[in-house]
């Protein structure tokens, strides 16, 4: 752990953004610290200026964050818990601004479309900006009565902003999943339900993906995520990221491992942790 007087969680976004509120749910004891960038979390942790790291992975309207698959393996860290945040999308605006005033809004480029609905219904045209809570720091400072931000609740509370409307994404399942992430790893068996990380690149023989997963289908271990992605520029050197559902040290998934370690050149875990309630319910 870092000398800080109190623990603290490095994310990716201003205060408000809805990786600070991951952090809020996931660890409402430690102090958030806030990076400009996933490479300024990462150092954070290094540096030991935070003792954890919350990091968003993938979306359920979205898909899989940019980059994020590439910058894991190369962080240092290790994952060690899961977490899960409805994505719920409320319009804000400088206090007493009434919502018919509202005729334009500011927010993320990935939060706009998910409630390209409602907008449409309300005759509201929309900006993309580079953090929405950032968008909602800026309107806080300013004197704009017809502008709002989309952000989460928690950015209004932190920048003193009134919510004129609650939840109008477009999906009412829109998640993002979130990982925490230390700089150590812990192999404990800390719940009934584990699930393992992992990255790994396969040989270059015919075939060795597909053989590469074979010990995972006839072991019975269940495989929640597999992508791919290129490393060093090449079209040949092409890496994997997976999670599974299991402990390293469960007999199936042990023998799963070593016959896709037979087919690789490198395997490296990046994390061994229970698998989050909300996992089920989404």
Request: aromatic share 8%.
């Given at each position: 752990m870092s000398q800080q007087s109190a623990p603290r969680i490095a994310f990716q976004g201003a205060l408000g953004a809805y990786s600070h509120e991951a952090c809020l749910q996931a660890r409402p004891d430690m102090i958030p610290v806030p990076c400009v960038t996933f490479e300024g979390v990462f150092r954070a942790v290094k540096e030991g200026r935070a003792d954890l790291a919350m990091l968003p992975?993938?979306?359920?309207?979205?898909?899989?964050?940019?980059?994020?698959?590439?910058?894991?393996?190369?962080?240092?860290?290790?994952?060690?818990?899961?977490?899960?945040?409805?994505v719920r999308i409320c319009l804000m605006a400088q206090p007493g601004v009434k919502l018919e005033e509202i005729k334009h809004v500011?927010?993320?480029?990935?939060?706009?479309?998910?409630?390209?609905?409602?907008?449409?219904?309300?005759?509201?045209?929309?900006?993309?900006?580079?953090?929405?809570?950032?968008?909602?720091?800026?309107?806080?400072?300013?004197?704009?009565?017809?502008?709002?931000?989309?952000?989460?609740?928690?950015?209004?509370?932190?920048?003193?902003?009134?919510?004129?409307?609650?939840?109008?994404e477009d999906l009412d399942h829109n998640t993002t999943r979130?990982?925490?992430?230390?700089?150590?790893?812990?192999?404990?068996?800390?719940?009934?339900?584990?699930?393992?990380?992992?990255?790994?690149?396969?040989?270059?023989?015919?075939?060795?993906?597909?053989?590469?997963?074979?010990?995972?289908a006839t072991n019975g271990v269940n495989m929640t995520k597999l992508e791919s992605?290129?490393?060093?520029?090449?079209?040949?050197?092409?890496?994997?990221?997976?999670?599974?559902?299991?402990?390293?040290?469960?007999?199936?998934?042990?023998r799963a491992l070593e016959e896709l370690v037979y087919f690789t050149n490198m395997l490296d875990i990046l994390g061994v942790y229970p698998a989050h309630p909300d996992r089920h319910g989404i």
């Open positions: 992975v993938e979306n359920t309207t979205y898909g899989r964050v940019a980059d994020i698959h590439r910058l894991l393996p190369q962080s240092g860290l290790r994952i060690i818990a899961e977490a899960f945040v409805r500011r927010a993320h480029m990935v939060l706009i479309p998910q409630a390209r609905s409602w907008l449409d219904a309300h005759g509201i045209t929309s900006e993309a900006a580079a953090d929405s809570a950032g968008a909602a720091a800026e309107l806080a400072v300013s004197d704009e009565r017809s502008t709002g931000v989309l952000a989460s609740e928690v950015a209004a509370d932190i920048h003193g902003l009134t919510v004129l409307a609650r939840d109008i979130f990982l925490l992430m230390s700089p150590e790893i812990d192999l404990a068996r800390r719940a009934d339900d584990m699930l393992t990380t992992f990255v790994f690149e396969v040989r270059n023989i015919p075939a060795a993906l597909y053989k590469a997963m074979g010990g995972f992605y290129m490393v060093g520029g090449s079209f040949t050197a092409t890496q994997f990221y997976s999670d599974i559902e299991g402990h390293p040290d469960d007999p199936a998934v042990k």
